[in-house]
Structures are given as C-alpha cells and as structure tokens.
C-alpha cells in the first residue's frame, strides 16, 4: 500500500511540474530548458523555512511561489528579448546558473540556511521538518498522499479555469503568430512573462510538496537531468492541451517502474531511464512531433 | 604595500593567462566545430556531446590493448567524425525532408544526446578516465606553470583551427560551405548538392568536437556525462562572438577560456559556470545577436 502511496504523492508533483511547463512550451510556444530551476527554488525555500521558522504549509508556500515568480522574470526578460532554440539555449544557460548557486552556496563554518551557507552546497539539506496544514502535522504516506492529490487537483482546476478564460486564446494567438497578435495590441511581453510566473508558481508549489515529504532536498532538484525529465514528460504526453502532461507523468514515471521488476542493477537501471527518455524524444519527433495526446507541434 | 599587490597581480595575470590561452585554445576549436553546423544548417546540434565523448573513450580502449597515442587518437577522431555524420543522416536530414521546424531539430537532436551518452555509460561505465598515467612533466614560463598535456591540447587544437580557416579561405569547399551559411537556397540553385555539404559540415563538426574532447581529456582526463557541458560553452562562445561568423565564434572562445581563468584566479573555481552563464545572460539581454555580432538590417518577417 505504502508503494501506492509514495507513487501517488510522486504523480501528484510531476503532473504539477509538466503541467506549469505545458504551459509555457504548450500555450505560450516558448520552449523552455529552465523549469526545474523554480522547482529547486519552491523546495529549498521550504526547507530552509521549515529548519528556521515556520513548517506550515501555506506560509511557506505562499513564500516559495513569490520567490519562484520573482526569479521568473529573469527567464521571461530572456523569452521577451528572443526566439526560439537560442532562447531554450538562453534558458539552459539560465537553468545551468541557478544549479551552480545551488550547488555551491556553502561554507562549512556557517548553519545551515545562513546567508553563508544557504543550501549547503552538494550535500544538501537533511531533516526537514514534516509540514503541518493549519495545524494538522501530516506524517504518514497516506497523509500526504491525500495533500499532494489535493493541492494537485485543486491547482489543475485553477490552470484550467485559466485555461478557458480569454486570457488563454491571447496566448494561442501569440504561439501562432506572434506578429499578427501584435499588430492587433497584444502585449506579447506581459503576456509571456505571466504565462512564465504562473508556470514557475507551480514547479514551486511541487517543489514545496516534494521537500515536505522527502524531509530532504539536494541540489539534483535543480538540475539540469531534472529539466530534460520535464521536457521529455511534456514532448511525451503532448503539449497545448491538459492531458498531454498528465499522460507523459504517468508513461515516465511508469517507465523506472517497469525497469525495477527486470531486476537490473541500480546503475544500470538510471543509465536505460535516460536512454528510453531520450529515444522516446527522437521518436516522438519524427512520428508526432505533437506528442501522444497534444494538439500543438513545437515550432 | 602597493608593490607587493602589484606582484600578486602579475603573478595570478601570468597564470590565468597561461592557462586561459592553452585552454581558449581548446573552447576556440569547441565553438567552431558547433558553429560549423550551426551557421550553414541553423540547427542546435546538441549531439556533438557524443562526439566530445566518443573520442576519448576510442582512445582509452585503444591504449588499453597496447596500441600507440598517435592511431588511438585518430581513431577517436574518426569514431567522432562518424558519429556527427550519422546523427545527421539517421536524425536531420529526415527531419529536413519532413520540413521540421528548427525546435523539433533541437528536441530531437536532445534525445540523440541521451540516448548515444547512456549507451556509452552501459558500455563503458561513467567513472571518470585518464588517457596519460602518472605525473605530467611541467615548464615554469615566469610565474607561470605549463605542463606538457596543455601544450600538446593547445599545440593540436591550434593546428586544427588553422587547418579548418586555411580550408574555408582558400578551398573550394570551405567557400561552397560558407555559401551554405550565407544563402543555401541560391547555393542548390546554381547546382550544388546542398545535401552532400550539409554532410560534410556534420562531419568536419564532429572531427573538430573530437580533437577538442581529446585534447581535454589528455589533459585532465572524461567521463560519458561531460558533453553537454562542452557544448554548452560552445553555444556561449558562439553568441558571444555572434551567430553569423566563424572566426569570431573562435576568438570569443579563447577570450572566454582566458575570462573564466581570470575568475578562477581571483576568486573560485566553482563559480565559474555561475559567472559564465550570468555573463551570456546579461549580453543576451542586452544585445540578443550576441556580443560581437555585426548589426544587420532587421528583416520584415523577424
């Protein structure tokens, strides 16, 4: 049962961090390499809140999605100012950025979550709290399973209510001719840059559930591996619609689990994930560009 | 007080220096090699990561079964060169034919990347390899140190960039390749097999990447996962120097090897990606067609 769960709470978080991404790559035709940087951020500021102040869920969360927008504004002055492969190689640059500071903003001699030693570097941040929901401290699997399908559940309906609201035909109008949806006023800056904050509030939102549940956040949250596990779960499912994600989650987060009951070596195992995700990628590519169950074909 | 900065100063100058030029060098040959495919085909080729790897690993094994540096290193050469070729014949050129957008390229190109790494990994594990034992023999050039694997990376990766200008000065080919980069629609017009260039561009990138991840790994040894980041540099060499040339795509190579060994000297190396990529940020902000990029008259449809 406890299996379930855990896969459960995991689905939960990365149909979260496909469907923030669906939204830019799928919605605003901006192909984005830079998503798990706002992942890394939702989860090392719970942690960090949780060690040094407060282990509620909502203020910390509300604290992860603001810092998260805030540094989406870097990515979206990258996405306003170019097009195209040379702004996903801007957003790997981006991306690449953000997980060295991660990666390095340590010093041995300073607490943890000091200013000095703010992630403690590549050995990352252990003993993280459990969160407590207005008071409530969840602590079993099937705790968090609930409050990870919840939160979930509850953000889906928000993007999808966002989703039919005019707002989002502003945004289709931008993918298929940015030109065009200028000329009639369309602000196309505004526009990508609240497509990109929004997608960033909801990589920190599962970036947030994540570290709760681990009670454990290093570095590899925000990297680079971490990125193309997204954008291969987005180019798998189908981008522009909102069962595209929810399907490339399952397929690849199904994938490891498959390779588990073929007994192979751990190692081996990591190495044959990627390689599928990479062959899926160049397959999907050639045979539908569009993925299993989108609707719009990366341009 | 002011002296003793001064000499401090010089001998961190000398040194970064040193170690700026040999590596630039190497990051010079890296850009280019991208460029080469970049510039004619406009396609991000993401799988010269393979080729910065392959290489090496051809090497390792061939010095394994005793055979000597020299045929290793131009079997790894080749292996790298074969291994562009194919990512453009079985990947690209389908692609081309299907009219793939330029991401689809990238994407694809992407899972190219993974997937040749990760069959490397199974293959030969993803540890980290040395191609020379043993302590290297040093020259003190002032306050500088030089050892003989960064001359021989900077030494080969000099020769091979000289080579490729002299072919793209003075050659038919390099001049029917620089067509391809300038207009490669009148290029198939006047009766050139665009095709076959696009094949040698992919093959010369994959050499060049090659000799490149050679000389690294000669000098400091490889793993299977590091190409990425190799051509991550690439990409930032190239805007750096702008999209629309060779030569200044190799300039802004060396000039960003030397950079990088300024920060490391002065302050640490494991800020440099963080000041690199900072860097490429802020000129991308600021001027997106790069940094010494010409300024060209906009285009209606851009």
């Not at chain 1, 189908?238 to 073929?262: D, Q, S």
């Not at chain 2, 000799?211 to 991550?232: C, I, M, P």
């Amino acid at each position: 049962m406890n299996y379930i769960l855990h896969h459960a709470v995991y689905l939960a978080v990365y149909v979260l961090l496909a469907s923030g991404l669906n939204l830019t790559v799928g919605y605003c035709g901006v192909l984005t390499m830079a998503h798990a940087s706002f992942f890394g951020i939702g989860a090392y500021t719970y942690a960090i809140l949780a060690l040094s102040w407060t282990s509620e869920l909502l203020p910390t969360m509300v604290l992860a999605v603001g810092l998260a927008v805030l540094t989406s504004a870097g990515v979206a002055l990258l996405a306003v100012r170019m097009r195209g492969d040379f702004f996903a190689m801007a957003s790997l640059g981006f991306q690449s950025l953000v997980y060295c500071l991660v990666h390095n903003w340590s010093a041995s001699d300073a607490p943890i979550g000091s200013w000095r030693n703010l992630t403690n570097g590549p050995f990352g941040i252990a003993g993280i709290p459990r969160p407590t929901v207005l008071g409530y401290r969840v602590t079993s699997p099937a705790d968090f399973a609930l409050l990870s399908l919840t939160t979930c559940v509850l953000v889906l309906i928000g993007v999808r209510v966002i989703l039919q609201a005019p707002w989002a035909q502003l945004l289709r109008a931008l993918r298929d001719d940015e030109l065009a949806a200028r000329a009639l006023g369309i602000g196309a800056g505004r526009s990508k840059a609240e497509a990109i904050a929004i997608s960033a509030a909801l990589a920190a939102i599962a970036g947030v559930l994540q570290a709760a549940y681990l009670g454990f956040v290093d570095a590899s949250v925000a990297s680079l591996d971490q990125s193309i596990l997204l954008l291969c779960m987005v180019v798998v499912g189908g981008t522009g619609n909102w069962k595209g994600p929810l399907i490339g989650a399952l397929v690849l987060l199904f994938i490891p689990e498959l390779l588990r009951f073929v007994e192979l070596p751990t190692s081996v195992a990591a190495e044959l994930r990627l390689l599928l995700y990479g062959l899926s990628l160049v397959a999907l590519m050639h045979r539908r560009p569009q993925g299993l169950a989108g609707v719009y074909r990366l341009e | 007080m002011y002296r003793a900065v001064s000499c401090v100063t010089v001998l961190f100058t000398m040194s970064a220096l040193t170690n700026g030029i040999t590596n630039g060098a190497v990051l010079a040959l890296t850009g280019l090699a991208f460029q080469t495919v970049y510039l004619p085909t406009g396609i991000f080729h993401l799988g010269l990561g393979v080729a910065w790897v392959v290489a090496p690993l051809v090497a390792w094994c061939g010095i394994r079964v005793g055979l000597p540096l020299p045929l290793v290193a131009g079997l790894g050469v080749l292996a790298g060169s074969i291994v562009s070729l194919l990512f453009e014949l079985v990947n690209h050129r389908p692609l081309v034919a299907k009219g793939a957008p330029l991401p689809v390229h990238l994407v694809s190109s992407l899972g190219l990347y993974l997937v040749g790494t990760q069959l490397l990994s199974l293959l030969a594990g993803s540890e980290t390899k040395v191609l020379r034992p043993g302590v290297d023999r040093a020259w003190h050039i002032g306050t500088a140190i030089i050892s003989r694997a960064q001359l021989i990376a900077a030494a080969s990766a000099c020769v091979v960039l000289l080579g490729f200008v002299i072919l793209l000065m003075t050659s038919g080919l390099g001049r029917a390749l620089r067509a391809l980069a300038d207009n490669p629609t009148e290029l198939a017009l006047r009766g050139h097999n665009v095709s076959c260039l696009r094949s040698v561009s992919f093959g010369l990138s994959g050499a060049m990447m090659s000799v490149a991840g050679l000389a690294t790994a000669y000098d400091v040894g490889f793993d299977t996962h590091g190409g990425l980041t190799a051509v991550l540099l690439a990409v930032v060499a190239v805007i750096l120097g702008g999209r629309d040339s060779f030569l200044r795509t190799a300039c802004a190579g060396l000039l960003l090897a030397v950079g990088r060994e300024y920060i490391a000297s002065i302050w640490s190396a494991r800020w440099l990606d963080a000041a690199t990529f900072g860097f490429l940020a802020l000129v991308l902000v600021i001027r997106p067609s790069g940094a010494a990029a010409r300024s060209l008259r906009r285009d209606a449809s851009t």
